[in-house]
């Protein structure tokens, strides 16, 4: 059996390239992408401590996490879709119009 | 008594015939005949009527003294009673008086409207029969008053009547200023009444006027030792005369006592009717009266009745000689008003409720008839009131001549008509009693007293200096060769208050009835009061007088006859006569008055009493308040200013946060979570 570190720390690598493509991508569809990387890594924690202890409980939650992120990403979409209609672009940083 | 359950109708009359007029001025001159004046007239006459069948109940020994509603209680503290402040009526013999005085001129001064305004062309007339209507109402309340409250109120209204009258044709510059100045001097004197009336009722709980719990009574019964008030850490005596003065800057507003006393003659801008009524009955008046309501209170408070004295004798003497000089017949008359409530003040001070209350009544009447013969003469010279542009109007004005001739006679203090015996009164009384009195109120009672003697011969002067240029003589021109002819309108009124003028001093003749041993002072008697009641009992003259001369106050009379200060009064009145027949009596009367100089412009610039107001205003009144402008804008604004300033600065710094890059918020929110995370971390012990 495979230790839980492993499991661990490959979701802590997957989380920080969420993390990373967040904060240094202009893309919002990136940015949607680099939000579905940190829920699966959530989501690979989930599963591999619901392995660890033989419990389903942790399993089922990450069926709720993925009904969650397909939630997220049709609203994601829509506010891409929004933000293209208004400035011709998907670029997060040209929507500033509100700031201040 | 059924005359008590009409009796606030006496007020409602007037005021309904303010509603109509007021409906009437609403919708345009012409929808009352007479502009509204038919309504006042029947208003005022069934005020006259309801005020001599009260006068009648309260002389069969029936007085009045009840509550007629009460328009707010207040949660008393534990173990007292609860304020209430009550509208309601006090008909005693003083109020009951002084109704038939009010209502009574109000009628003539209706009755004469209609010859000085409507036969004149006026327009806008129901506004001022609603003013008049409204005034006669107010004073009407004003006197039958039970409380200072109400008082307070009805004085208050009475002011804004002036106003409103005053300022009736608000279209020429002059009349809109003077109603102003009516208004801002008198609101000066009262503002310390206001501040009065709050003392009076902080102190005593009530503010009736009569009755066991009544102020006067009580304040009778703190400085006995029987009761105990709060006086706010003064001695009962002294805290008593400060709310004593207090209420007296009110009257002294009022009543146009120096220094108080400017607004008076620029009152006469109004029309002839108003400043009759102003004069004779009403809003000067109110003031004196409202002493003698609360004669009880002040009565007990020396200090209080030696100023009241001083300032009353000094008024008299100092309007007395402003009026020797006037052009304006109206301007003459408005300086004897003056001059005339300083004797009643005077009296007051001194100790002679009685001689107050006869002098009121017999100003009111003759000093009504010399404002409306006056108005005649007006009416006749086509409103020129210069009196150098009259002269031998006698033969032409025959009605008007005598009727003046009464009022002239009265006013002077000549015997016997009516101004003789009040006055006379008036000095005895001041004579007397300073010279009865020990001390320096004595001392200052015989000042006042010499102020009121010197002031009677000034007030010969000028009242017959009026008479011989307005009347005797050659016309000096045109107009008065052939004057305009009046109406009975203005004759009727006239009439009445001419016979009045020269028989009211009849109710009182105290020199006589002292040497020929008679019992004829009706006026003494009238003002004891019935007997039997309990509440008038402290109303009283004859209690009055118990004051006077207690421990307390310390007045006395001294024995002394009173043919001999008659005498003299009536030899200078008949002096100043003289002088003025002397000078002005015959022909063409020269400008004797110009030959004084610089006394002539000092006089006729009233001793540059307004001047040195407005210096006051502008020199010492101005820059404070410029002064506390600047404080205030610069100091206390600062400071909020300041405060708020730094978040405004701090705030604009600091929203810079909000770039609107949702790149920026996400590191904001990852740094947050590391920056929590490591110092869980710490924390918690797992690093390090």
């Known amino acids: ?100 | 008594m059924a005359a008590f359950d009409y009796a606030p109708a006496i007020v409602l009359l007037p005021f309904v015939s303010f509603l109509v007029s007021l409906g009437a001025a609403l919708y345009g001159d012409d929808v009352l005949p007479k502009g509204g004046a038919l309504a006042g007239i029947v208003a005022t006459a069934g005020s006259l009527i309801l005020s001599l069948w009260v006068f009648f109940t309260v002389s069969a020994g029936n007085v009045y003294n009840q509550t007629i509603y009460t328009w707010t209680t207040g949660a008393g503290a534990a173990g007292e009673e609860a304020l209430e402040l009550t509208f309601g009526l006090l008909l005693d013999p003083l109020s009951s008086m002084m109704l038939i005085i009010v209502s009574l001129v109000a009628l003539l001064v209706h009755v004469f409207s209609l010859g000085y305004m409507n036969d004149e062309g006026e327009t806008g007339l129901p506004r001022y029969y609603a003013g008049l209507g409204l005034f006669s109402a107010s004073m009407l309340g004003f006197v039958v008053a039970h409380n200072i409250l109400m008082a307070f109120m009805f004085f208050e209204l009475v002011g804004l009547c002036s106003f409103l009258l005053i300022g009736f044709w608000f279209r020429e510059p002059g009349p809109p200023s003077a109603a102003k100045k009516a208004f801002l001097v008198t609101r000066f004197g009262d503002y310390f009444f206001l501040v009065g009336v709050v003392a009076i009722f902080a102190t005593f709980g009530t503010g009736r006027f009569a009755g066991a719990e009544s102020f006067p009574v009580l304040a009778e019964e703190v400085l006995a030792g029987e009761v105990a008030v709060n006086t706010f850490g003064f001695a009962p005596t002294t805290w008593f005369t400060v709310v004593g003065l207090l209420v007296l800057g009110g009257v002294i507003g009022k009543s146009a006592q120096f220094p108080l006393h400017t607004w008076l003659p620029d009152a006469m801008e109004g029309p002839t009717p108003v400043s009759a009524l102003i004069h004779a009955a009403t809003m000067v008046a109110a003031g004196v009266y409202l002493v003698a309501r609360m004669y009880g209170f002040y009565a007990v408070s020396p200090t209080a009745l030696a100023v009241i004295a001083l300032v009353g004798g000094f008024t008299a003497l100092v309007a007395a000689t402003m009026g020797v000089v006037k052009r304006e017949i109206k301007q003459v008359l408005a300086y004897s008003t003056i001059s005339q409530y300083g004797y009643m003040m005077l009296a007051l001070g001194a100790g002679g409720y009685v001689a107050a209350t006869f002098h009121l009544l017999t100003h009111a009447f003759f000093k009504a008839l010399l404002f409306l013969g006056a108005g005649s003469v007006i009416i006749a010279m086509h409103h020129n009131e210069n009196m150098w542009d009259m002269g031998g109007l006698k033969d032409r004005m025959p009605v008007t001549y005598w009727t003046f001739l009464s009022g002239s006679l009265a006013l002077a203090g000549i015997i016997p008509f009516a101004g003789f015996w009040s006055k006379d009164e008036v000095l005895y009384e001041a004579l007397v009693h300073g010279l009865g009195t020990d001390g320096g109120l004595g001392t200052i009672f015989l000042v006042a007293y010499a102020f009121g003697l010197l002031a009677v011969f000034f007030t010969g002067f000028y009242t017959f200096r009026m008479v011989f240029l307005t009347f005797h003589g050659d016309a000096r021109t045109g107009q008065a060769r052939d004057p305009e002819g009046v109406g009975w309108n203005v004759k009727g009124p006239l009439a009445v208050l001419g016979v009045l003028a020269a028989v009211t001093g009849f109710v009182n003749m105290t020199p006589v009835a002292d040497l020929f041993d008679l019992d004829i002072e009706y006026l003494h008697r009238w003002l004891e009061g019935p007997e039997g009641v309990e509440f008038m009992s402290a109303l009283s003259a004859h209690h009055y007088l118990e004051l006077l001369e207690s421990d307390v106050t310390g007045i006395h009379a001294a024995e002394l006859d009173p043919l001999i200060p008659g005498g003299v009064s009536l030899l200078l009145a008949l002096a100043g006569v003289g002088l003025a027949y002397a000078l002005y009596g015959r022909g063409e009367p020269e400008e004797y008055t110009a030959k004084l100089g610089g006394v002539q412009d000092l006089l006729y610039n009233n001793y540059y009493q307004d001047e040195y107001q407005v210096a006051i205003a502008e020199r010492v009144v101005l820059p404070l308040s410029r002064a506390a402008d600047k404080f205030d804008q610069s100091g206390v604004d600062g400071v909020v200013n300041g405060v708020s300033s730094v978040s405004l600065f701090s705030g604009s710094r600091v929203r810079r946060v909000q770039t609107g890059l949702v790149s920026n918020y996400a590191a904001l929110v990852t740094l947050g979570l590391t920056v929590l995370l490591v110092a869980f971390g710490i924390y918690g012990g797992w690093l390090l």
């Open chain 1, 1 to 100: 059996m495979v230790p839980a570190e492993w499991y661990l720390i490959l979701a802590a690598a997957v989380f920080c390239i969420g993390v990373f493509g967040l904060l240094t991508r202009q893309n919002a569809l990136l940015f949607l992408m680099s939000v579905e990387l940190m829920l699966n890594a959530a989501n690979i924690n989930l599963a591999a401590f619901s392995y660890y202890w033989g419990n389903v409980t942790g399993q089922t939650f990450g069926l709720f996490v993925m009904a969650l992120a397909a939630a997220e990403v049709a609203v994601g979409i829509g506010i891409i879709l929004v933000l293209y209609r208004n400035f011709s672009a998907v670029d997060v940083t040209d929507a500033t119009t509100m700031r201040w």
